[in-house]
């Protein structure tokens, strides 16, 4: 019962000094700011830990583009050799084909002039007249000039060459606008 009337009685002489003594103050200041600065601390390490996580992640991710951007770069050049590769094949196809032709144009214009010679026109008697006048025409048409001929195949070889090397510059051309491309997108 002592507590009850204590609590209801007067306050005892200084109880204010006693209550706001230095060494009281200390204690109400820890109580009060203890937890809000243990919590600071806390949500400050929380931060640091997260910004670094965060970095690590940012390098790693970055490390991972500059990866895939090494093998695409890997991957075009190869493709690149592979396709200057299959355009001198295809050039190496189209002179041998350009000199096949050629070879089989003057073989067909040497069995034609030799058909039309005039050895071959005594020994070899024509069945028909349109077989006679035929024969008759071919010994007479002029006989192909081979200056005329190579300069015509020599015409197309440059252009076939002027247009690998303008294939070759705009290839060039995308794979750099592509990489440009690339690049700006980071």
């Not at 204590?6 to 009060?32: D, I, T």
């Not at 300069?151 to 440009?180: M, T």
């Amino acid at each position: 019962m002592s507590m009850w009337k204590q609590l209801f009685s007067e306050a005892p002489p200084g109880a204010v000094e006693n209550l706001l003594s230095p060494k009281r103050k200390f204690w109400y200041a820890m109580f009060a700011l203890t937890p809000g600065t243990l919590l600071a601390l806390y949500l400050h390490r929380v931060k640091v830990e997260m910004e670094a996580e965060d970095e690590m992640l940012r390098l790693q991710h970055i490390q991972d583009e500059l990866r895939g951007e090494a093998d695409r770069e890997q991957k075009d050049v190869a493709l690149m050799g592979m396709i200057q590769e299959m355009r001198t094949r295809i050039a190496s196809l189209e002179q041998q084909v350009t000199e096949a032709k050629a070879t089989a144009h003057t073989q067909s214009s040497n069995k034609e002039s030799a058909a039309a010679s005039p050895d071959n026109v005594e020994t070899q008697a024509p069945t028909s007249t349109a077989d006679w006048e035929q024969q008759k025409a071919l010994f007479l048409a002029p006989a192909p000039q081979s200056g005329a001929k190579n300069d015509a195949q020599s015409g197309i070889n440059e252009r076939v060459k002027q247009r690998e090397r303008e294939l070759l510059q705009h290839d060039v051309k995308e794979f750099k606008a592509a990489r440009a491309g690339a690049g700006n997108e980071k």
